[in-house]
Structures are given as C-alpha cells and as structure tokens.
C-alpha cells in the first residue's frame, strides 16, 4: 500500500503543471549601466521570479547564434530571447522599418507607435506560423549616433571617403546619401574591421563603444540621433500557451513592468552616456538641430530609395505621424 500510495504521488507530481525554468538568451553583457536590453531582461526577470516563475538568464551566445536562438523558441526548447530584428523581418519585413532614419523622435514615440499602431499585433499574426511571439521592441540605448575611428563628424561632408560598416542595404542607401559608402560586416568582425581600416566606423548607441570595449580605436561620436537601435524580445508560443491562465497574466504584466523600467533607464542616461564616452576617451560631437536636419533632408532619399515597398514606408510614416 505504501509503495502505491508513493507511485501515484510521483505520478500525480510528473503531471501537475510545473512553473519550469524560464531560460532568457542575453544579447549583450549583464550590464544595467550601459545596456537597454539589459535593463529589459532584469526587469523582466525579477517580475517573473516574484511571480513564482524559476528565471535563468542565458550570456551573450551561450545558446547559439541569431538563427541557432530563434529555432530553439520555435520549438520550445528555449522560452525568451533578445534578438536581432532582422530575425524577425524574414517573417514579416514590415518591421525593417523601425531602421527607417529620422522616423521617430526618441524611444518613447517610437513605443507609442509600435502600440497605436498595432504593430506587435501585426508582426505576431506572421510569427505564429513559427510557433514564436514578440514580447517587445527594446532600445539597446539613446539613439543612435556616428562612430569613428578618426574623423570628427558635423556636416555630411565631413563623411567623404569614409566607410562604413552597414546592418542592410538600406543603411548603405543612407550612407551614399551623406556622401559615403557603406559594406555590411557582421558584428563579430567590427573590431577587427575598424582596427585593420577595412570600415571606418559604425551607426550605433553610445554606450555600444564602451559595453564592447571599443574605445581604444574608437575616437569621436557624432551625436546625430538617427534611428532607436532596438532589439526584438521573442518568446516561444509553445511555452506561452502552456502556461495557465494566471501565469499568462504575469508574464503579460513582467513585459509592461520591463517596458517601464527600460523607458526609466533612458530617461537617466541621454546625456550621462555621453559623458562616459569623453570619460573614456572618445571625443563627442553634439550636433545642434540645424546640424542634424542636414543629415535628416539626405536621409530622406532612403525612404525613396524602393528598398522598401512604398506602401510600407507610406504606413510607417502614417503611424509615426499620428502617433507623434
């Protein structure tokens, strides 16, 4: 008797539902002071741990690289992930527009976008044939600016005969738009790129230089406030949907509370991010308004450049506008 009483409480145990362990991959260093996405994930997680959730938070790459992460959520062998939008644009190029210049005026606009616009709602209907959902659009950091080796940026001419490592063909449009050229070059070879002179620098976040120890070859920063670099928090629909009702609802409401807490972090470090640039070396270049909206009206042949179906860039103007 004893040892059926013992057999079906393990039975009993294997099949209650269980709040497994909810892997998270990282896309940059545990870092709270220099990383947007960052500062998502541990928001995310503290809410998830507070709500009886197990969280382990995955390093930069130890599950794998971009496409490696992204069949792990789609099979559920991986719960959560900071990824490159560029994963999700192979299902849905829509979202490439987030990288359209001068689109949004800061995170917080852009946020009111991707919402008033029902962007997310729209990407996911295209990633549920994955079995994956996006969570959230996260800013790595303040937006973006021009990063050199050895050339002080103000004026687009100041960008002649430079060139510059490029995420797509669009940011290469953009480039030959402010008089320079543009290569893509994954991320790993950057360093070595801008060290041998293959590129001559890089559109990123400010604290991008200093996260990834850059800043040894890495000389000015031009703030020009281009694009919101952002990543995508994708989630396995496989684990998503195996939760029960409640678990839903905290999972829900960590994605609100870590949405809140990265909008928090930019707000403190607009300007303190430059200022750890010059802490660190690297000589900033604050463009004033006059000096941005030169690159603004050359950037404008992106939008007419067809990388984009014109009804795309039509809508996204659309959103930002009426969500501005």
Do not use: C
Not at 146 to 159: G, H, K, S, V
């Amino acid at each position: 008797m004893k040892l059926k009483a013992l057999a079906l409480a393990a039975l009993l145990a294997s099949a209650a539902p269980v709040a497994a362990e909810v892997k998270i991959a990282l896309d940059t260093a545990p870092d709270l002071a220099t990383s947007g996405s960052y500062n998502w994930a541990h928001a995310f997680a503290q809410a998830l741990t507070e709500a009886g959730f197990d969280v382990r938070e995955m390093p930069r790459d130890a599950v794998g690289n971009e496409a490696e992460k992204f069949d792990q959520i789609t099979t559920g062998l991986l719960e959560v992930s900071l990824s490159d939008i560029r994963v999700v644009a192979q299902l849905d190029p829509f979202i490439y527009g987030l990288r359209l210049p001068y689109l949004f005026d800061d995170a917080a606009h852009l946020q009111r976008a991707l919402t008033e616009g029902q962007v997310l709602d729209q990407v996911n209907e295209a990633l549920g044939a994955q079995d994956a959902m996006l969570l959230a659009v996260v800013p790595l950091g303040p937006s973006s600016g021009i990063i050199t080796t050895t050339a002080a940026i103000r004026r687009p001419e100041d960008m002649a005969g430079l060139r510059m490592r490029a995420l797509d063909d669009a940011q290469i449009a953009m480039y030959e738009a402010w008089g320079s050229s543009g290569t893509i070059v994954p991320w790993g070879e950057v360093p070595a790129g801008l060290q041998t002179g293959v590129i001559d620098g890089y559109l990123n976040s400010p604290f991008v230089p200093i996260s990834f120890g850059q800043t040894d070859f890495v000389r000015n920063y031009a703030d020009a406030g281009v694009i919101i670099p952002a990543r995508a928090i994708l989630a396995s629909r496989y684990w998503y949907d195996g939760l029960d009702e409640g678990e839903r609802a905290a999972v829900d409401a960590a994605v609100e509370t870590a949405n809140a807490a990265t909008a928090a972090w930019l707000a403190e470090v607009s300007e303190s991010s430059l200022t750890a640039l010059e802490a660190a070396g690297v000589t900033v270049q604050r463009l004033t308004a006059e000096e941005r909206e030169a690159f603004r009206s050359r950037s404008q042949a992106v939008y007419e450049s067809g990388l984009m179906p014109a009804a795309d860039v039509a809508r996204w103007q659309t959103i930002a506008a009426a969500s501005r």
